[in-house]
Every structure is written in C-alpha cells, then in structure tokens.
C-alpha cells in the first residue's frame, strides 16, 4: 500500500479504502426503531386531540405536529435531540421532528452573532432546501395536475 | 393496531432514509429534500392519501408529508381560483408546521446556550 504513488487520479479510489464501512443492517434497525416509535408519538398525540380537544381526523395533523415540533425544538435545546441523532441516523432527521432540530440547531449554532443576523438569518440554513424543493416541485406538479384537468 | 401500522410504516420510511445515507452516500439535506419532492410526487396519484388512511400518522410524521401538504393545499385553492389558486394555497395545510418550527426555534436560541 506505502509504495502506492497518491496522485489526483487516484486518490478517491485509495481514500475509500480507508473509510469505515457502515454495519448497514445495524443503522437500519436503530433507524426503523427509533423513527417509528417517534411515529408512534405522533399517532398517540393525534388520537389525544381527536378524543379530547374534537379535532377531526384530518384536521388532526396540525397540532400533532406543532406538538412534535415543540417537543424536539426542546430536545435540541437541552442538547438531547442531537446525541439521538448520532444513534439513530435517518431515524431522526426523516420525521418532522428532524426538521424542526434543523431549524432550531442552526439558530442556536449562530447566536453568538446576534439575534438579526446570527439567529434570525441562518434559522432555515439548513431546513432551507426543504422549503425550497418542496415548494417548487409542489408548484410544478400543481400546474401540470391542474392544466390536465381542464383538458380531461 | 394504529399504533403497529404507524410504528411500520414510519419506520419503514426512516429505513429508506437511512439506506440513502449509508449506501447511496447522500447528506441529511439531500435526503429530506428527496423525501419532500417524492411526498409531492407520491400525492399526484393520491398514493399518499390511501397511505394516510392506512397507517395514521405513520404517513404524516416523516417529511415526506410536507411535500404531500404543499401539493395539497395547493390544488384545494387550484380548483376555487385557477392558476393564482396554487400561490394562495401552497402553504396553506403546512403553515402551523412551518410558523411553529419558525416561533419554537426562535425562542429555544433566545433561552438556551449552544452546546458543544
């Protein structure tokens, strides 16, 4: 291996051999586990509201996820949210809540540079690119879906 | 058996996720923004409608919804106003999601310190 010239050529494929290689059936379990049972808490937040605050079925869904949304802006603040991440990989950033880490993690990443333009200018730093792909594909496929029902 | 439905299939999700992290070598951004678009995709066909009924909040807990709400929305307003009807409704089913993780996030950076 010492005697192998590193060039530009080269050098991704003698790099990969030295990377870890993930236990792909491990992080899938932990990320199964812990992103169902998030799930789990979310289906038990949503039954509470249905039977206790008369939310409909549909109309359910919001404030079960501004409840998720609280809870792990929270988590994120206390530092736990973050040490869940590094167990659970896609397990937490796949669920709403992930999202809302994102957010809450970029503020607190940038506080020390104010609150205008530390806090308040790097808030959706990271869950920018969610807004924005979600946006814009939603408006594509909106505009196809309707065009298409005024011809048919 | 809500509870089982949602705990599969939320977790089958996250798998998917985490097999794009670990096999395909994506970053956490690039798999939630994938997840987003494929939930507007998955509502083109009411997919995802049928998989809300199914599994509860299974479906409506991983990001993938969000892209399915936008799309929503949009075509609810689609059907009353037109093609204005898209703008106004795009946000109409996310924002408590969006105006809560805007309102908890703030005031979580005021009160807490940055860790680590």
Same mark, same amino acid.
């Given at each position: 291996?010492?005697?192998?010239?590193?060039?530009?050529?080269?050098?991704?494929?003698?790099?990969?051999?030295?990377?870890?290689?993930?236990?792909?059936?491990?992080?899938?379990?932990?990320?199964?586990?812990?992103?169902?049972?998030?799930?789990?808490?979310?289906?038990?937040?949503?039954?509470?509201?249905?039977?206790?605050?008369?939310?409909?079925?549909?109309?359910?869904?919001?404030?079960?996820?501004?409840?998720?949304?609280?809870?792990?802006?929270?988590?994120?603040?206390?530092?736990?949210?973050?040490?869940?991440?590094?167990?659970?990989?896609?397990?937490?950033?796949?669920?709403?809540?992930?999202?809302?880490?994102?957010?809450?993690?970029?503020?607190?990443?940038?506080?020390?540079?104010?609150?205008?333009?530390?806090?308040?200018?790097?808030?959706?730093?990271?869950?920018?690119?969610?807004?924005?792909?979600?946006?814009?594909?939603?408006?594509?496929?909106?505009?196809?879906?309707?065009?298409?029902?005024?011809?048919? | +058996?809500?509870?089982?439905?949602?705990?599969?299939?939320?977790?089958?999700?996250?798998?998917?996720?985490?097999?794009?992290?670990?096999?395909? !070598?994506? =970053?956490?951004?690039?798999? +939630? #923004?994938?997840?987003?678009?494929?939930?507007?995709?998955?509502?083109?066909?009411?997919?995802?409608?049928?998989?809300?009924?199914?599994?509860?909040?299974?479906?409506?807990?991983?990001?993938? #919804?969000?892209?399915?709400?936008?799309?929503?929305?949009? +075509?609810?307003?689609?059907?009353?106003?037109?093609?204005?009807?898209?703008?106004?409704?795009?946000?109409?089913? =996310?924002?408590?999601?969006?105006? #809560?993780?805007?309102?908890?996030?703030?005031?979580?950076?005021?009160?807490? !310190?940055? !860790?680590?």
């Amino acid at each position: 291996m010492s005697d192998q010239r590193i060039d530009e050529n080269n050098f991704e494929k003698i790099s990969k051999t030295y990377q870890p290689k993930p236990n792909y059936v491990l992080n899938c379990f932990k990320a199964f586990v812990v992103g169902g049972l998030i799930c789990v808490l979310g289906e038990l937040l949503s039954e509470m509201y249905i039977h206790w605050f008369n939310f409909s079925d549909e109309e359910a869904g919001n404030p079960t996820v501004a409840t998720l949304i609280l809870l792990s802006s929270l988590a994120t603040g206390f530092g736990v949210y973050d040490k869940l991440g590094q167990f659970a990989g896609a397990g937490s950033a796949v669920p709403v809540t992930g999202f809302a880490n994102s957010v809450t993690s970029a503020a607190l990443e940038y506080k020390s540079e104010g609150y205008v333009l530390g806090v308040a200018t790097n808030l959706f730093k990271l869950a920018g690119s969610v807004i924005v792909f979600g946006v814009v594909s939603a408006y594509v496929l909106g505009m196809i879906r309707y065009i298409w029902s005024l011809i048919f | +058996m809500n509870f089982v439905w949602a705990f599969l299939v939320g977790g089958g999700i996250c798998i998917i996720g985490q097999l794009l992290l670990d096999v395909a !070598k994506l =970053t956490p951004a690039h798999v +939630m #923004s994938s997840f987003v678009v494929a939930g507007a995709v998955l509502d083109v066909f009411d997919l995802y409608d049928n998989l809300i009924e199914f599994a509860g909040a299974g479906a409506t807990v991983p990001i993938t #919804s969000f892209g399915h709400s936008l799309l929503h929305g949009a +075509m609810e307003q689609a059907d009353e106003h037109g093609f204005i009807g898209i703008a106004i409704g795009i946000f109409e089913l =996310t924002s408590a999601g969006i105006a #809560s993780a805007i309102l908890f996030g703030f005031i979580v950076a005021i009160i807490f !310190k940055p !860790k680590g």
